[in-house]
């Protein structure tokens, strides 16, 4: 449990102390940018327009979801349907009660994700690290790194929920194993390949650790990840037919 910065604490006198206040002073650093991106984000949920170009598109699969109709169907000059997955639409559907779809609720619930990312960022780097400073600091670089990612962070896009979801089941995975914790985060990981299926990388990741070390656990995230995914499937097929399929899996792959 000694963090790097201390690692020649032993053969300078007073490195222990500098390196504490280094952290410290980064901790703080890492607040000030959290200020500043919560700032932005704020400005960002309240603007009324298209920020990006994509938005409009993401809130017609929203809208669609809110009347009932097919989330993916045959393409058409009134709607053709994006290659990501459907619970981002769904999420944000179900919230819409909460104020303006276009564009407060979907760029809502994607900062709210990453304020989810962020906390699962402190918690990750405290338990590899043991220090609750590194993690603050860790959480400041994510949000330092906003301004070189066009600020999707609080976007009405997908990414923020996918990076939420797939963050969230690692600091599942490497949490507690209790079979709740466990089943959580099969659950967790169908809700992130359901969002982007680019997921699939963390998914084969879990897999390999956990036949590898934790099969016991592999077993019971797999029941967690198998149910949320069926449950999705069955949804998808009475939704959208074989229109799910093609552009959820065969699309992607051409």
């Known amino acids: 449990d000694t963090f790097v910065f201390a690692s020649a604490a032993d053969s300078r006198p007073g490195a222990a102390d500098l390196a504490k206040w280094g952290l410290l002073a980064l901790a703080i650093y890492a607040a000030i940018v959290l200020a500043g991106w919560l700032y932005i984000a704020t400005a960002q949920i309240a603007f009324p327009g298209d920020l990006s170009g994509w938005e409009g598109a993401i809130v017609d699969h929203i809208r669609r979801v809110i009347e009932g109709q097919p989330v993916y169907a045959r393409p058409s000059l009134q709607f053709t349907p994006l290659l990501y997955g459907p619970f981002y639409y769904w999420l944000c559907a179900a919230l819409s009660w909460t104020g303006d779809l276009a564009f407060a609720v ?3 619930v994607s900062a709210l994700a990453t304020l989810l990312s962020a906390f699962c960022l402190v918690r990750l780097v405290q338990r590899f690290t043991g220090q609750t400073l590194a993690g603050i600091v860790g959480a400041g670089l994510f949000f330092a790194a906003a301004l070189w990612s066009d600020n999707w962070y609080a976007l009405a896009h997908v990414d923020a929920l996918f990076l939420a979801l797939m963050l969230l089941a690692l600091l599942l995975w490497f949490g507690k194993p209790t079979p709740l914790h466990l089943t959580a985060c099969g659950a967790v990981l169908a ?4 969002t982007k299926q680019s997921a699939a990388l963390l998914v084969i990741a879990v897999a390999l650790d956990g036949l590898t070390y934790r099969r016991r656990d592999a077993v019971l995230a797999a029941i967690g990840l198998t149910a949320v995914l069926a449950a999705a499937a069955v949804w998808l097929a ?6 799910a399929w093609y552009f959820l899996i065969v699309m992607p792959q051409k």
């Open 238 to 243: 009475a939704d959208s037919g074989s229109w």
């Open 191 to 194: 809700g992130a390949l359901l």
């Open 106 to 108: 979907p760029r809502a």
